[in-house]
C-alpha cells in the first residue's frame, strides 16, 4: 500500500520550458514534505521540502506547492536545464522536520531535452 | 569530508550465501539509515538507528536480514541466506537532526543469482 505515489514514472520537457511533478499521498499525519534528485550511480540528494503550515516554498528554480485538501504536491523546475535530467522523489514524514521515517514514492525520471 | 561511503559499490553472490553491506556515516551524525531500491517498491526504509540504537526496524523484510552499529562510525546491513528476490540497490543514510540533513551514500547494487 503506497502512501506516497509518483503516478508519472517518466517526464519528457524541453529546455527552458516548465517541468511540473506531481505527487500524491494518503496519509493525513503527514506533516513534511520534501522533494530529491538521483542521478544514476549516486544517492539521492536533498532539493528543497516544505512543512504542512506552508503551501509553498520557492529556492531558484525549484518551487513546491502543496494542497493539503488534495493530498497533493507538486515540484515545478522553471526554466528546465538539461543538467536537471534524473530521477526525482518524492517524500513524506510525520515527524514534523525532526527524525523520522521518511516514506519515498517511486520516483519520476525526468528528461530534459537540448 | 567524504560523504557517506558505502561498500562494496557492487556485490554479486549465489543464492544462500551471507552478504554483508558496509556503511561509514558522515562524522558527527547521529542517524543512520537503511533503504532498498527496488523497481517494484521504490525506496523503502529498513531501518534506522539514532546514536547508535536500533529505532525503528519494522521496514527489516525477515530474520535473514540483520543490521547493526556497533559504533558511531559504521554500521552493517547483513542478509543470511541471500535469495535472489533480495536483488536491488541498498542505499545508507546519516543525519544531524532534521529531515533535510539527509545524506545518502552511493549505495551498494546487490546481485544474487
Known amino acids: 500500500d503506497q502512501q506516497v505515489k509518483q503516478n508519472s514514472p517518466s517526464l519528457s520537457v524541453q529546455e527552458g520550458r516548465i517541468s511540473i511533478l506531481n505527487c500524491d499521498y494518503t496519509n493525513s499525519m503527514f506533516d513534511y514534505f520534501l522533494w530529491y534528485k538521483k542521478y544514476p550511480a549516486e544517492g539521492p540528494t536533498f532539493l528543497i521540502s516544505?512543512?504542512?503550515?506552508?503551501d509553498k516554498n520557492e529556492d531558484g528554480r525549484f518551487t513546491v506547492f502543496l494542497n493539503k485538501s488534495a493530498k497533493h504536491l507538486s515540484l515545478h523546475i522553471v526554466p528546465s536545464q538539461p543538467g536537471d535530467s534524473a530521477v526525482y522523489f518524492c517524500?513524506?514524514?510525520?515527524?514534523?522536520?525532526?527524525?523520522?521515517?521518511?516514506?519515498f514514492g517511486k520516483g519520476t525520471k525526468l528528461s530534459v531535452k537540448p | 569530508d567524504a560523504g557517506v561511503i558505502q561498500s562494496p559499490r557492487h556485490e554479486v553472490t549465489e543464492m544462500g550465501q551471507e552478504v554483508t553491506l558496509r556503511c561509514k556515516p558522515i562524522?558527527?551524525?547521529?542517524?543512520l539509515f537503511w533503504y532498498r531500491q527496488t523497481m517494484m517498491r521504490g525506496l523503502e526504509l529498513l531501518i534506522y538507528f539514532n546514536n547508535n540504537v536500533p529505532i525503528d526496524d519494522s521496514g527489516m523484510p525477515e530474520d535473514r536480514f540483520s543490521a547493526k552499529m556497533p559504533n558511531a562510525s559504521f554500521s552493517t546491513l547483513k542478509i543470511q541466506p541471500s535469495e535472489p528476490r533480495d536483488s536491488a540497490v541498498y542505499f545508507c543514510a546519516s543525519s544531524l537532526g532534521g529531515l533535510d540533513g539527509y545524506t545518502f551514500g552511493s549505495g551498494t547494487r546487490l546481485t544474487v543469482v
Open positions: 516544505i512543512s504542512s503550515i506552508k
Open positions: 517524500a513524506a514524514s510525520a515527524g514534523g522536520g525532526s527524525q523520522g521515517n521518511l516514506i
Open positions: 562524522s558527527g551524525h547521529n542517524s
